[in-house]
């Protein structure tokens, strides 16, 4: 079992949708982060954070310390909007973050 | 403030041959982070090192792969006699400090090994 777990893998949807991607992670971390990336692009960091939520613009990130569980909500989502979105924790006992295979978002207009 | 450069964004390389890429951290940076993502996979990590120092190298492969971050300089990932299975992007992120601060990613490096 993989240490980060995203859903869904694959996630289409229409412009103006609110979205959530999920993530569950099963080791103790000092930090979460919410990464996107476009086809063929670099990386871009969204969110870190060790509790509660935190928004930006339109994405919201939230995080449950008790359940390891996170999530990234988009509201009124845009096709600008689609990338892989990536959630990586940086473990209790060193600094390389740990990622999940990625959330492929689809926003159709 | 220039972010994370990485060089070059695409390199072609023979089998055989050696592969070169390097990472210039942002400005106030000391710490280097070199991830790997081949083809349909996710992003795994291969090395970390603050100036002049290898702090942990737990990712990275036994053989050909190596890492360095001089005092004076970008990071260099070097690949000697590379194979097909190198065939990958390759990810340098930087951060100001090492625990719980944010990193920041380059554009990456796409090897492509013919």
């Known amino acids: 079992k993989n240490e980060v777990e995203q859903s869904p893998q694959n996630l289409t949807a229409q412009e103006g949708e609110f979205i959530t991607i999920n993530c569950s992670y099963s080791?103790?971390?000092?930090?979460l982060h919410w990464l996107q990336q476009h086809p063929g692009g670099g990386i871009v960091s969204l969110f870190m954070?060790?509790?509660g939520k935190k928004k930006h613009g339109r994405l919201i990130a939230t995080i449950n310390i008790q359940e390891k569980h996170s999530s990234l909500h988009i509201t009124a989502s845009h096709p600008r909007d689609s990338a892989v979105y990536i959630c990586?924790?940086?473990?209790?006992?060193?600094?390389?973050?740990?990622f999940g295979a990625g959330t492929i978002l689809r926003v159709k207009s | 403030n220039a972010g994370v450069m990485q060089n070059p964004r695409h390199l072609v390389r023979r089998r055989g041959q050696e592969a070169r890429l390097r990472c210039s951290p942002m400005?106030?940076?000391?710490?280097v982070y070199w991830y790997r993502q081949l083809p349909e996979e996710g992003l795994k990590f291969m090395v970390y090192?603050?100036?002049?120092?290898?702090?942990?190298e737990s990712g990275m492969p036994k053989e050909r792969f190596s890492a360095e971050f001089p005092k004076e300089g970008p990071s260099i990932l070097r690949i000697q006699q590379v194979v097909r299975g190198d065939s990958a992007a390759y990810f340098c992120?930087?951060?100001?400090?090492?625990?719980?601060?944010?990193?920041?990613f380059g554009q990456g490096t796409r090897l492509t090994v013919v």
């Open positions: 992120a930087s951060s100001r400090q090492g625990k719980n601060t944010e990193a920041f």
């Open positions: 080791v103790g971390i000092s930090a």
């Open positions: 954070l060790s509790s």
């Open positions: 990586a924790v940086s473990t209790q006992y060193g600094n390389k973050l740990v």
């Open positions: 400005k106030g940076h000391s710490h």
């Open positions: 090192l603050q100036k002049e120092n290898i702090i942990d």
